[in-house]
């Protein structure tokens, strides 16, 4: 059986911890073995971060670390097969979604960093000064130091590239650690990083949250930064433990968000684009949209649609090339989706399509799937309506006005991704403006740019990454001030 193992210093090594399984959600089995970092791992992680800062990594200027970063975006696209094999194998997703997203956007983090390092300047500016011979301050960028990379599972490799590659480029080191539910693409990267950087720039550490390699992260005295990705409550908890030594957080956090259907919008393209941000990777991206609100003269048609679209997805095998929706990631995971299937049922939903597990009478049925869901008829403080489910399910709601779905809309402890469908360019500007979230697609979904500011408010996260701005967060402005 494979044996995913942690990288160290530029070493390859096993977990003081011992191992815990990898297992294929498509059909239950193990597919391989992961070393468990114990805390003495992550400190040693943590202190080659730092030796290197100080050393070789620290001396590199910004193009030569840009160069690098070329290199390793050149390196995942040679081993693009290698990488979308160990994606399929953690999460079970369709070959056709990890090769057109998963992949390539992990290739594309690497060399959007590698580009803006090139270009990355500072400021200075010009002092007067009593004695007339005046000063002239520079603006410095320095690196943070060691910085923490706790990630998630949904996007795994996309979700980590995303915040290696600034924080690389900025300067910094880092210890990473993939969702234990998905440690494959993590140590292929950790082999691309082996050849390419030197040793204890990226350090890889498998494990948990809670009582283990998560936690030995978030509490180490010498990490200087943590940028994490996943549940709300966890960035919570997160930030409570990084608040002792003022440790610099990056959060990119839970959604419930909104779609908004006008009468106006091309109907054809709203349906396909809803189809595609309720039920992409199962529901399973923190952009997806769990809320759709529908104007009440297209209601019945727009409800009629989307059902014939989930209804015709392909549940299967990730490399048939017929599969369009594969299985939701863990056992554990099913069994909170499932709950808030049941839970809709007793708040009084109308189930449109779905609710319930597939059968495929074949091993697939030890698999982790469920079917793409849809409700309708449910009052807006519903739980199913409030609480993020992660799942391939939507409510759709009616509306009558502009203001009264953009109150409905708002009312959200959430607030990451908005899709707005309508041709009324003023109602776009209009809605898009008053709606409460980091970004709003109109007329499309999950459209990127990655020189963008993304990131979420409320309770979807705290920051913003992306571009310049991840830049940003991932070093410290110094003045030096010089008197002439
Ligand atoms: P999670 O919070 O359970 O776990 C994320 C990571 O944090 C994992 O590596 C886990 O081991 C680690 N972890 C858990 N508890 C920890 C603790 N106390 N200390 C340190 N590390 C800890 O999230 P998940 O279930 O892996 O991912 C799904 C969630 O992530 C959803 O809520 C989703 O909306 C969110 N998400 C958000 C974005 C975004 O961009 N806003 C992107 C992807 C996923
Ligand atoms: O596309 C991205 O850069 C990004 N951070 C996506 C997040 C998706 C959440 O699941």
């Known amino acids: 059986m494979k044996e995913l193992q942690l990288l160290i210093d530029g070493e390859f090594v096993n977990g003081e911890a011992g191992w815990f399984d990898n297992v294929n959600p498509v059909n239950g089995e193990v597919v391989a073995k992961v070393a468990h970092a114990s805390a003495a791992d992550v400190d040693r992680a943590v202190q080659a971060g730092k030796k290197t800062m100080l050393g070789e990594w620290g001396n590199f200027s910004i193009q030569e670390r840009g160069a ?94 995303w915040k290696v590659a600034p924080a690389l480029a900025a300067g910094n080191t880092v210890v990473v650690k993939p969702s234990e539910e998905t440690p494959s693409t993590a140590t292929l990267l950790a082999e691309v990083m082996a050849e390419i950087l030197p040793p204890g720039v990226f350090n890889l550490v498998h494990g948990f949250g809670p009582g283990s390699a998560g936690e030995a992260i978030t509490t180490h005295p010498d990490i200087s930064a943590i940028t994490f990705t996943g549940e709300s409550s966890t960035g919570e908890a997160i930030m409570k433990i990084a608040a002792e030594g003022m440790k610099a957080v990056s959060f990119e956090l839970g959604g419930k968000n909104p779609a908004i259907i006008f009468e106006d919008a091309d109907f054809d393209a709203a349906v396909a684009g809803t189809l595609r941000s309720v039920f992409t990777n199962c529901g399973q991206v923190c952009l997806c949209s769990e809320r759709v609100y529908v104007e009440r003269p297209i ?129 776009a500007h209009r809605v898009s403006q008053r709606i409460e979230s980091g970004i709003v697609w109109v007329n499309d979904w999950y459209l990127r740019d990655l020189r963008t500011p993304f990131g979420g408010v409320k309770r979807s996260g705290l920051g913003r990454e992306g571009g310049i701005y991840s830049l940003n967060f991932y070093s410290e402005l110094k003045n030096i001030c010089i008197k002439l």
């Open 299 to 427: 209601f019945d048609k727009f409800v009629n649609a989307l059902k014939v679209g989930a209804q015709s997805f392909v549940l299967g095998d990730p490399y048939d090339s017929e599969t369009s929706f594969g299985p939701l990631i863990s056992k554990e995971h099913r069994e909170k989706v499932l709950s808030y299937f049941d839970l809709a049922v007793e708040e009084g939903a109308t189930v449109i399509c779905g609710g319930g597990i597939p059968t495929f009478n074949n091993e697939l049925d030890n698999g982790f799937f469920v079917e793409p869901t849809i409700w309708t008829g449910l009052p807006e403080n519903a739980r199913v309506i409030k609480e993020e489910i992660f799942g391939p399910v939507c409510h759709i709601q009616v509306f009558d006005s502009e203001s009264e779905v953009i109150e409905m809309a708002n009312d959200s402890e959430y607030g990451l991704a908005a899709s707005v469908w309508t041709q009324n360019i003023s109602r």
């Open 68 to 161: 690098l970063l070329s290199k390793v975006a050149n390196r995942i696209t040679e081993r693009f097969d290698d990488f979308l094999e160990a994606e399929i194998a953690d999460t079970g997703k369709p070959k056709s979604l990890a090769a057109n997203i998963d992949i390539p956007r992990g290739a594309a983090n690497f060399q959007i960093f590698a580009d803006q390092a090139r270009s990355f300047g500072s400021e200075s500016f010009m002092q007067s000064t009593p004695d007339g011979k005046g000063a002239v301050n520079y603006v410095q960028r320095v690196p943070l130091g060691v910085v923490g990379v706790i990630c998630p599972w949904n996007l795994p490799l996309l979700l980590m590239t």
